[in-house]
């Protein structure tokens, strides 16, 4: 029994330590190349330089690029960075970038601005990090643009032109149509908050947009996105499901 429990001490060590190693290489940063905590503690309007992964992009027109990125302590909103349409499609999920800009700050949102870039070795995806809990407190915002879950929320109605209780809007005012970004209320602990589908980033036809589409008001769901703000939090979901 005692060999037994040393064994399995000795295993829980190695996956520990490998977990370790595994997040040092992920934030190893190149000299002159700030951490994650270095750039959260910058002013706004200050230059920064990071090194981080690409998560997703938000789309690609007039030779700019948006994308979410991340490390494994925090995530990065780059802006209308420039680049070819070539460029661009070499940014796949999980490429090392490293991107010199300026901080700034949109309605509350946090990114980098007029960048350079150049894409470095090495891969990562981030999992989804669960922010349920955190909804309605002041630590939510320390995971801004970070892939995040919420689990167990109910879908509230929303009014649309007419004053009718609807599942979602097209458009935040519901002036828009099939296509437009998808607005959508969800409820946890007696609070509710309001959830985008970003059509730039999952747009008409993709799993989620169809996903919204489908819900109806009282629904339970499990939805994962990423941590965006605008004059508060809102999230760009990325994925809807049943929740369990």
Not at 4 to 10: K, Q
Not at 106 to 124: K, S
Not at 230 to 242: L, Q
């Amino acid at each position: 029994m005692k060999r037994f429990f040393a064994l399995a001490m000795a295993a829980l060590l190695v996956l520990a330590c490998f977990g370790c190693t595994q997040k040092d290489d992920i934030n190893k940063k190149s000299e002159g190349v700030m951490t994650y905590a270095e750039y959260a503690a910058a002013e706004l309007e200050s230059a920064v330089v990071i090194e981080a992964y690409v998560q997703a992009k938000q789309g690609w027109w007039e030779n700019k690029a948006t994308l979410y990125t991340q490390d494994a302590d925090g995530a990065y909103f780059i802006y209308e960075l420039p680049c070819t349409e070539e460029e661009y499609n070499k940014m796949t999920v999980g490429t090392k970038m490293k991107i010199s800009g300026y901080k700034a700050e949109w309605a509350g949102e946090v990114e980098i601005i007029d960048a350079t870039w150049e894409i470095l070795e090495g891969n990562y995806i981030a999992e989804a990090t669960d922010v349920t809990a955190l909804l309605g407190t002041e630590d939510l915002i320390k995971k801004q643009n970070m892939f995040v879950s919420f689990k167990g929320m109910t879908l509230e109605a929303s009014k649309d032109a007419e004053g009718n209780d609807v599942p979602f809007l097209y458009k935040w005012d519901g002036s828009g149509q099939d296509g437009d970004d998808l607005y959508f209320n969800v409820s946890v602990n007696g609070a509710t908050y309001t959830f985008t589908v970003e059509s730039y980033l999952c747009g008409k036809g993709t799993d989620v947009y169809n996903a919204v589409k489908a819900l109806e008001i009282g629904d339970k769901i499990d939805m994962e996105g990423f941590l965006y703000w605008y004059e508060g939090v809102n999230p760009h979901i990325t994925s809807v499901t049943a929740a369990k």
